[in-house]
Structure formats: structure tokens, C-alpha cells
């Protein structure tokens, strides 16, 4: 692994003074206000602080996980006991998504696959976690192409049958970061129709699912009951960090096939942090509660309205489906992050950090690191510094 993108991005920039007073675009940190009702119900419940939560979280957290899941992807029909998805089996709460990403891999990985080593496979660019995760399992990972040609979802289809025969795992990530770009119903399908081929794990990243600009995104759960009534190879993964701005919260949760999640718990119940049942109770509240997810998609939309303005169809500038980065075409991510910074004081990320060579396997695209031209810029400060700090790029770029 190479490291973190932020202490690169650092290195990047050592030496060199903020041209203004710096403005923090780099960090997918969201900053939003969060509401009142998560300090509260936090403090109604301190007393929990002295026990050891159960890994299974509590049946109100697993409820309040249903209910949202039922309305947000029109699935409560098949929730329930000895429904497709049973709350109290198939739904975990995790100490933030990025834990149980990397953790997820453990379980997913076999010693081998046909006698070979395994493969976890992943879009390119990504979440850096996807590719720790398949190191420290023992898998290969392997980086396929997602870029402005394929809509920047991978083709996973196109690779070769002997490297998908040896694949433990696929992780996507719908709404992507850093496109945003949305997986349609018909990619879930497609993707989870080739994981039951192949006898792999599908693990859909969808902690963004919230932060859209005009349709909600459909999930893989919803593309899992209509494909065959069953979350069979399907984990899904959710998160509070983004819906809720609750970045520190450190709360999530995933969901998914019975027999995997049986697994996973067991893995969960020696190895992996449990959330604290005070943050399990706020967790659920905010789960039951929509009014602040909306008003904080209503803050997001606004600042990619602001960014369209100032960008129109420059840069390769397009309004992201989902998520809250834009993804600029700058020619030279890495120059164009150290101009931003000594000109405008603008700290962004390079594309290049988020990703790798590609292997070029499927013909997907030329080889080459598929984010060296991009920079990628979070959308997270309140709304005046997001305009101010846009300004001041749209005039340097
Ligand atoms: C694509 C993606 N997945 C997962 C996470 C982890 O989020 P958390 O651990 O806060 O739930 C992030 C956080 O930035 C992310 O960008």
C-alpha cells in the first residue's frame, strides 16, 4: 500500500505558502450541523456507557435500520422474520462503515479459489480502504477501470473467466466516490447475477446513498429481491457519517445474504468493535428521522448549483448524481493541486491519490493511472466558504 492520500497530499504541498487564508477541500469530512435529537437522546442514554454492547447492537437500532430500508428502497415487504431480509439475522450495526469494509474481507477471502490465489476486485479510482482490506486478507486486489467512457462503473463482465473464477469479492461503491457516479438497477443486477456465476461476494458500498441531486439512488438490495427474492452473494453497507453528518458518530450498518451474515457475526463477536449503545440509541433516532437528511441534501444540492454556475461545462465539470465531490478534468492533478494552493489557498485532492496503474485487463481504458488528470473536490464547508473557495478556483484554473 502506498500511503494515505492525505499525508501524500501533504508531502505534495510541503514548502509552499497558501496563497489566501486556506479554505479544506481535500477532506470528504462533512461539516454540516447535525440535529439536536442525537446530543439528547446520547445523554438520556449515558448510563449505557458502563456495559459492553452486544456486536448485534439493540432490536430498536435493528428496527429503526428495517424501517428506513423499507422506506427508502420500497423493499418492507420482504422484511421481517423469515422474510428475505430478517432484521434480528441480517443486519449488523458497525463502529462506521470503514471498519466493516476492511473487516469484511476477512471473511470473504477463502485460503484459495480454484486452487488459486484470490482476487478482490474494485473499481479504480477508490475508497483506499477496499484495497488494505484485500492486502491484510491475503487476496490480490485487482483495480478496474472506472472512468467517463464507462460511465464510471467498471466493467467487471468483460474480465477475463479465469480471474473472475478466483474472485472472493467484488466491492463497488454507489453513489462512487469520487464520481458520484449511481449504479442503475440493472448494473446491481447484472453484477450480482456474475457474483452467483462465480460464487463471490458482492459488497456494495453505499454509504452516499443519502447525498443526492435528483432521483435517490437505487440500491443493491432493491435490485437483489427484484432479481431473485433473495440478498444471496449481496452485503450492503450504510452509514450515518454522510446522511446525518455525523462523521464521528462512528456509525453504520450493514445488511445482507443470511448465511454470510451469520458469518460475519461471528467474526464480529471476537474481533470487531462494537458501537456503544448510547450511540445506538442516537443511531436510531436518526434512522427514524428524515427531515435532517433532507434539509442536508437541500445544503449539498445548493453548493453544486454554485459550482455549476462558476464551472458551466469547463473542466469537464458535470453535476454529480450523488455524493458531494466534484471530480474535475484539470489535465494534471497533482500541478493543479499545488497551484490551488499557492494561488487560491484551496487545498484539493489529486486524482492520482485515489488511485492506480490500471491493469488495463478488460480493454477498459488505456493503462495508466485512470485519476492522474482529476482533482477531487469536497463540497463539505458551509455554503459561503464552498462559494468563496470555488471562486477563487474557477478564477485560478
Ligand atoms: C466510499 C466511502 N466508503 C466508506 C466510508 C467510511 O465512512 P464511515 O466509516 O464514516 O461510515 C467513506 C468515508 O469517507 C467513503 O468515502
Not at 491519490?353 to 477531487?376: K, M
Request: aromatic share 10%.
Amino acid at each position: 500500500m502506498p500511503d494515505s492520500p492525505f499525508p501524500r497530499l501533504n508531502a505534495l504541498i510541503e514548502g509552499i505558502a497558501p496563497g489566501k487564508p486556506p479554505i479544506v477541500m481535500s477532506l470528504g469530512e462533512p461539516q454540516h450541523p447535525f440535529p439536536d435529537f442525537v446530543t439528547e437522546t446520547i445523554a438520556a442514554h449515558a448510563k449505557e456507557f458502563g456495559k459492553y454492547p452486544p456486536i448485534v447492537g439493540t432490536p430498536e437500532f435493528r428496527a429503526a435500520v428495517a424501517g428506513w430500508l423499507g422506506r427508502r428502497y420500497g423493499i418492507a415487504d420482504a422484511i421481517g422474520p423469515k422474510k428475505p431480509l430478517d432484521p434480528d439475522d441480517q443486519i449488523l450495526p458497525v463502529n462506521g462503515t470503514r471498519e466493516a469494509l476492511f473487516n469484511v474481507a476477512f471473511v470473504a477471502t477463502p485460503l484459495t479459489k480454484q486452487g488459486q490465489r484470490p482476487a478482490i476486485l474494485m473499481p479504480n479510482p477508490f475508497y483506499q480502504c477496499y484495497a488494505a482490506a484485500a492486502l491484510a486478507a491475503g487476496a490480490e486486489p485487482v483495480y478496474v477501470a472506472a472512468t467517463r467512457d464507462n460511465g464510471f462503473m467498471p466493467d467487471f463482465a468483460g474480465l477475463p473467466e479465469d480471474l473472475l473464477a478466483r474472485t472472493a469479492m467484488i466491492y463497488v461503491c454507489s453513489p462512487a466516490n469520487p464520481q458520484g457516479a449511481v449504479a442503475s438497477l440493472a448494473y446491481l443486477k447484472d453484477l450480482l447475477g456474475l457474483a452467483r456465476k462465480h460464487g463471490f461476494l458482492l459488497a456494495v458500498d453505499e454509504c452516499y446513498a443519502e447525498i443526492y441531486d435528483r432521483e435517490p439512488p437505487a440500491g443493491a438490495l432493491q435490485a437483489a429481491l427484484e432479481l431473485s427474492g433473495t440478498l444471496d452473494n449481496l452485503i450492503v453497507f450504510h452509514s450515518l457519517s454522510k446522511r446525518s453528518s455525523l462523521p464521528g458518530l462512528r456509525s453504520g450498518f450493514c445488511a445482507g445474504e443470511r448465511d454470510f451474515m451469520r458469518r460475519f457475526r461471528a467474526f464480529r463477536n471476537i474481533g470487531a468493535p462494537q458501537v456503544p449503545l448510547p450511540i445506538l440509541a442516537a443511531s436510531a433516532a436518526a434512522w427514524n428521522e428524515e427531515s435532517h437528511a433532507a434539509e442536508n441534501r437541500a445544503r449539498y444540492r445548493r453548493k453544486i448549483d454554485a459550482a455549476e454556475r462558476l464551472f458551466g461545462n469547463r473542466l469537464g465539470f458535470y453535476r454529480p448524481a450523488g455524493g458531494f465531490f466534484l471530480w474535475l478534468d484539470v489535465g494534471d492533478g497533482e500541478a493543479a493541486t499545488r497551484e490551488l494552493w499557492a494561488k487560491a489557498g484551496v487545498k484539493v485532492l489529486p486524482g492520482a491519490y485515489l488511485s492506480r496503474e490500471d491493469s488495463n485487463l478488460n480493454g477498459a481504458s488505456d493503462s495508466g493511472n485512470p485519476g492522474a488528470a482529476y482533482i477531487r473536490v469536497a463540497l463539505v464547508e458551509d455554503e459561503a466558504r464552498t462559494e468563496e473557495a470555488l471562486k477563487r478556483m474557477a478564477e485560478v484554473l
